[in-house]
C-alpha cells in the first residue's frame, strides 16, 4: 500500500493513493473547500429506537480555580450507534473488522456521490438500485475501484426533527420506521464489483427504514466494508472530485463509534 498522505509543498496539497495508483487524487487546498459532513453531538441527537439513552454531557468544572485560572471540563456518554457514527463490519458480521481494526486508508479515499432526492421525494422508503449506480456510471464513469460510496437523499433536512426524519418516534419502536437507504442488491453490486472501501448515506442506517432483515448492514459487513450514516451536507459535493476523511473514535472491540467526518471538495 502506497502513502496516504504525502508532504504538503508549499502548505497547498494534499495527496491521497488508495488501491490502485491510478487512482491517485491530489488536493489543492488554496482551490478547494472543506465540507463538515458530521451533525454535532447533543440533547437533540438522534439514536436508533431501540437505544436505551442519548448523549449525555455532564459539566464537571467550568470556571477558576484555586489557582486562579480558568478550566473547563465535561463528561460524555453516548451508544455506539447514533448521530454521525461510523458501523464496523463486526456490527453484523461475525469475525469481522471491529471499530479499531478498520484500517485509516479504508477510511481517506476518494469519494463519490450518488442523488436520489427526485426519487426519495417521491418514496420515503426508497432503495437504491444497480439500475441507479449504472445511470451514475453513464454519466459520470465507472465508480472506481476502492472509493467511498456516499448516497445523497436530501433526508438530513429532517434533522433533528426525529418523527420526519425516522418515520416515527414511538421510544423503542422499529416497526414503522421510514427512510430511504441504498437497496441490498446495489450494495452486493458495490462491495462485488466495486470493491468500494466505505459506504455511507444521510439517513439513520445503510438499510431502508421497513427493513427487518438488514441485508445491507451484513452485505457490507460480510466483506469487511464499514457503513457511515446519519451524515449531513452531501448537497455540497460533487458527484466526483471530492476526498472524504472519516474519523471515528478508536474505540477498542467497538461494534461502532461516533465520528467526523469530512470532505475536500474543489470550490
Keep these: 500500500m502506497r502513502r496516504l498522505l504525502t508532504g504538503i509543498p508549499c502548505a497547498l496539497a494534499i495527496a491521497a493513493t488508495v488501491l490502485r495508483p491510478a487512482a491517485a487524487q491530489t488536493i489543492d487546498l488554496a482551490s478547494s473547500k472543506v465540507v463538515d459532513l458530521s451533525h454535532p453531538y447533543d440533547a437533540n441527537t438522534i439514536y436508533w429506537p431501540t ?21 473547563y471540563s465535561n463528561a460524555f456518554c453516548s451508544p455506539e450507534h447514533g448521530g454521525t457514527h461510523i458501523d464496523a463490519p ?6 469481522r473488522w471491529t471499530n ?11 469519494a463519490v456521490v450518488i ?4 426519487k426519495t ?4 422508503d426508497y432503495a437504491l438500485a444497480p439500475d441507479d449506480i449504472a445511470a451514475w456510471e453513464e454519466k459520470n464513469g465507472r465508480i472506481p ?3 467511498i460510496v456516499l448516497l445523497r437523499t436530501g433526508w438530513s433536512a429532517r434533522w433533528p426533527d426525529r418523527k420526519a426524519y425516522l418515520g416515527d418516534d414511538a421510544p423503542g419502536k422499529v416497526d414503522n420506521l421510514h427512510f430511504p437507504s441504498f437497496g441490498p442488491e446495489a450494495a452486493a453490486l458495490l462491495v462485488a464489483e466495486r470493491h468500494v472501501s466505505l459506504i455511507g448515506v444521510d439517513t439513520a442506517s445503510v438499510d431502508i427504514g421497513p427493513s427487518h432483515d438488514f441485508l445491507v448492514h451484513r452485505t457490507i459487513g460480510a466483506a469487511n466494508v464499514p457503513g457511515l450514516e446519519n451524515l449531513t ?3 455540497q459535493l460533487p458527484a466526483t472530485g471530492a476526498l472524504v476523511i472519516a474519523m471515528p473514535m478508536k474505540i477498542a472491540q467497538g461494534s461502532g463509534a461516533p465520528a467526523r467526518v ?4 474543489p470550490r
Excluded: C
Design 51 to 71: 437505544e436505551p439513552t442519548g448523549f449525555q454531557l455532564k459539566q464537571e468544572h467550568k470556571g477558576f480555580t484555586k489557582g486562579g485560572f480558568f478550566y
Design 90 to 95: 463486526m456490527h453484523f458480521a461475525e469475525s
Design 100 to 110: 479499531s481494526d478498520i484500517p485509516l486508508d479504508r477510511l481517506i479515499r476518494p
Design 115 to 118: 442523488d436520489v432526492t427526485e
Design 121 to 124: 421525494a417521491k418514496n420515503a
Design 145 to 147: 475501484d476502492g472509493a
Design 233 to 235: 451536507n452531501l448537497d
Design 262 to 265: 469530512i470532505a475536500f471538495a
